[in-house]
């Protein structure tokens, strides 16, 4: 499986906090089927991204990295002025692995206005935005028919590995479920902030998506699906819905 959301790199936000327990955090997915796994840390005005420390940071990690877990650049990006200002300015500064895929992070309790048109300036100047686990954020569970739009729009949506779970409380899984039953999710990812209470492992969602959805779908969420956003490639497969029984297929690049 390929992991497009963690806080596995250290020492930039409220994830690892030092370089032995991301490297803990490696081993620990790898043991759950994880090769691949994004740094994302946050880009917020509590964690201020500074290009050189994440920079100095990644690259003390990836010389001590011996756990065969590959690790790719990325950010976890929050829909604010300065941010958006900078992306359209550098459309590859924030992505996964320099390539078009933006994880965006909405606010929990501010939906800008204009959030439509942020998106198109985003998709404008070449990026995709992955909107992270809408199922968690309580505004966003109040608007299903905003995400449709912006899937419609060509954004892309995320879900947490956990939520499927149940681990993050009933809402978080419903409205999980119900965005995979639309065919709306493109991604599972692991949003892992720890070893204990928020571990970066998918193995468990990868089977309860499988046991109540089908094969397919894991795949596409779980393997196929990031894989390509890694390599820079466009997407097909999304969640199959168990009333719709059919794969829905959004634009590729």
């Known amino acids: 499986?390929?992991?497009?959301?963690?806080?596995?790199?250290f020492g930039l936000d409220d994830g690892s906090p030092d370089v032995g327990t991301s490297l803990d955090m490696?081993?620990?997915?790898?043991?759950?089927?994880?090769?691949?796994?994004?740094l994302s840390p946050h880009a917020n005005l509590e964690y201020r991204w500074d290009e050189g420390r994440v920079e100095a940071h990644r690259a003390e990690l990836e010389g001590a990295n011996d756990t065969g877990v590959r690790v790719h650049r990325g950010c976890d990006f929050h829909l604010q002025f300065e941010n958006i200002e900078d992306a359209v300015r550098n459309p590859r500064k924030y992505t996964i692995a320099g390539g078009p895929y933006l994880l965006v992070e909405f606010s929990d309790v501010l939906i800008l206005r204009n959030t439509t048109q942020i998106f198109e300036e985003l998709l404008g100047a070449g990026m995709i935005p992955v909107i992270t686990h809408p199922e968690r954020n309580v505004l966003l569970q109040q608007r299903l028919e905003s995400l449709r739009g912006w899937v419609e729009l060509g954004c892309y949506l995320q879900v947490t590995g956990q939520s499927i779970l149940g681990e993050f409380g009933r809402r978080a899984l419903q409205y999980s479920e119900k965005l995979m039953d639309e065919g709306l999710v493109h991604f599972v990812a692991s949003d892992g902030h720890d070893l204990v209470r928020r571990p970066p492992v998918l193995d468990r969602a990868y089977e309860e998506i499988r046991?109540?959805?089908?094969?397919?779908?894991?795949?596409?969420?779980?393997?196929?699906?990031?894989?390509?956003?890694?390599g820079g490639k466009g997407i097909e497969g999304v969640s199959r819905g168990r009333k719709r029984g059919l794969f829905s297929f959004f634009r590729s690049m």
């Open 1 to 9: 499986m390929i992991d497009i959301h963690s806080h596995i790199l």
């Open 26 to 38: 490696l081993r620990m997915a790898g043991r759950h089927g994880t090769t691949d796994v994004v």
């Open 211 to 230: 046991r109540r959805w089908d094969e397919d779908t894991a795949e596409w969420l779980l393997r196929r699906n990031p894989g390509a956003a890694i």
